[in-house]
């Protein structure tokens, strides 16, 4: 059983710096894609930014291009998103996201296997 558990949540004031981490545990090989996505209250969740496990490649969503980076262990079994420079509108419950078979998982129909989420909040 396909298991994503977050850790790093916290509360910062803007400017400052987090780093989420996702355990994966559960897979005979590593998920092809990965991704982070976010939801504050009364909005929809939103995708923050994947890794695509096999080859490394990385995208963001517009707002946090150049302050956050995704990034995995060499395993492939832990997952990484450092924020930095973040800002009062980055408050959310962010979620660890997977998807086992090939294909990008931005959307939320793509993903196969969720996280608990962990809270992040931004005082400015």
């Known amino acids: 059983q396909v298991q994503l558990v977050e850790s790093g949540g916290g509360s910062v004031q803007a400017g400052g710096s987090l780093r989420l981490s996702c355990a994966a545990s559960?897979?005979?090989?590593?998920?092809?894609?990965m991704a982070w996505f976010r939801q504050a209250p009364g909005k929809e969740r939103e995708w923050v930014a994947l890794?695509?496990?096999?080859?490394?490649?990385?995208n963001y969503r517009d707002s946090v291009k150049g302050r956050f980076t995704i990034s995995q262990d060499n395993a492939k079994s832990t997952l990484y998103l450092q924020m930095n420079m973040l800002k009062p509108e980055d408050t959310a419950m962010y979620y660890c996201?997977?998807?086992?078979?090939?294909?990008?998982?931005?959307?939320?129909?793509?993903?196969?296997?969720w996280g608990q989420g962990t809270q992040v909040t931004v005082s400015s």
């Open positions: 996201a997977a998807r086992a078979a090939p294909g990008l998982c931005l959307f939320l129909r793509a993903i196969d296997t």
């Open positions: 559960g897979y005979t090989d590593s998920a092809y894609c």
């Open positions: 890794i695509v496990s096999n080859s490394g490649s990385t």
